[in-house]
């Protein structure tokens, strides 16, 4: 369907040229996921490398994990043999491996939170080291270029994990990575930064690949695990510092990238915060190791939604907020303060409905 509403929408129609590279891209990273997806849950079954049923997990047998081996297959398969590798791209690709190796570790040895997070800054200072740095602080500002080193290094951090802690609901990490993709894909046409819109393909085919074993009716088949939701959070990370959003406006080019983004990002900042405040966690060490079920696929599901009615919603939430981020390109300032404010409309409702969820009691 967001296939469909991509060839449909004006803004794809401005380059009929485009099509074609980018759906040959989808077709073949979604094929390479569709066949390598089972010979992976072929592995997981034969290592014992599985996730077990728990009093706070939503499944009920023991499910393979590693289902990200095989995303990462379909997007480095389809890289290797379309794209010639720009700098920044081997920066993306190095660090997203790290991310990919430091999760199967993870599901198969269970690793502390601390090395995680280190594992993951590592990752993202090698994608530094080639070139992948937000252009963000003023350049008179003193010690400027360390400052986008930092938040280089927050951004990617941030974003890896939030798409890590939604991988909470069969089908809502990966197909939060279709919808970013297809945005992001939007965007790069608009901006005419072709390269990124064809590898933004690689990722949405990827994931559609991936779907059908473990969004499904009966339940998932495989688990992305923490190898998978990390690369598709890491490599998002990766395309937003890559691209060029706005020429004129550094604000509407720091924007469209955390709007297309907008559900995980909220979600980290909304429940870090309410963790702090309601005195769950007092210190960084606590934050990292605590498990809990107040995501926001949580808080709907509180809410009295299905599972599948919960991912859905989201969903759509992430679309809305997507759409803003295409608009914001040829919007006038009074647009783009009105597409803004609509934006945070519809993150305070998704508030008020999460702390009604937070205090409705469960069945």
Not at 92 to 112: E, F, N, P, Q
Not at 267 to 280: K, L, M, P
């Amino acid at each position: 369907m967001l296939m469909g509403l991509l060839l449909l929408t004006p803004i794809w129609g401005r380059d009929h040229a485009a099509r074609l590279p980018w759906l040959y891209l989808v077709v073949l990273a979604f094929a390479v996921a569709l066949f390598a997806t089972p010979l992976v849950r072929a592995l997981a079954l034969r290592w014992a490398v599985l996730d077990m049923p728990a009093a706070r997990k939503g499944h009920d047998v023991a499910t393979p994990l590693l289902g990200g081996a095989g995303v990462y297959c379909a997007f480095a398969v389809t890289v290797l043999i379309s794209f010639d590798f720009s700098l920044q791209l081997k920066g993306v690709a190095v660090g997203a491996s790290m991310v990919v190796a430091i999760g199967i570790l993870d599901d198969i040895t269970d690793l502390r939170a601390s090395l995680k997070l280190l594992g993951h800054i590592g990752a993202a200072v090698a994608a530094i080291a080639y070139g992948v740095v937000l252009n963000v602080t003023p350049h008179w500002m003193p010690a400027s270029a360390w400052m986008n080193v930092g938040l280089t290094i927050l951004w990617f951090v941030m974003v890896t994990n939030a798409i890590q802690f939604l991988d909470g609901m069969d089908g809502l990490a990966t197909g939060l990575g279709v919808i970013a993709g297809i945005f992001f894909s939007i965007t790069a046409l608009q901006t005419e930064q072709r390269y990124l819109m064809y590898l933004s393909a690689a990722l949405v085919g990827a994931c559609l690949g991936f779907l059908p074993y473990n969004f499904r009716p009966g339940g998932a088949r495989i688990f992305l695990g923490d190898s998978g939701a990390t690369f598709i959070g890491f490599t998002l990370a990766g395309l937003a510092v890559m691209g060029e959003w706005a020429e004129e406006d550094p604000i509407i080019a720091l924007l469209t990238p955390m709007l297309i983004l907008g559900v995980p990002l909220f979600d980290i900042g909304f429940v870090g915060v309410a963790r702090i405040v309601t005195g769950r966690v007092h210190s960084l060490s606590e934050w990292l190791a605590y498990t809990g079920r107040d995501h926001i696929h949580h808080r709907f599901e509180q809410l009295g939604l299905t599972r599948n009615q919960s991912v859905l919603l989201i969903f759509f939430l992430a679309s809305t907020l997507g759409l803003s981020a295409i608009l914001l390109k040829d919007a006038t300032p009074r647009e783009a303060v009105l597409l803004l404010v609509q934006a945070a409309c519809v993150l305070a409702i998704v508030a008020v409905l999460e702390g009604v969820g937070r205090w409705r009691p469960r069945s």
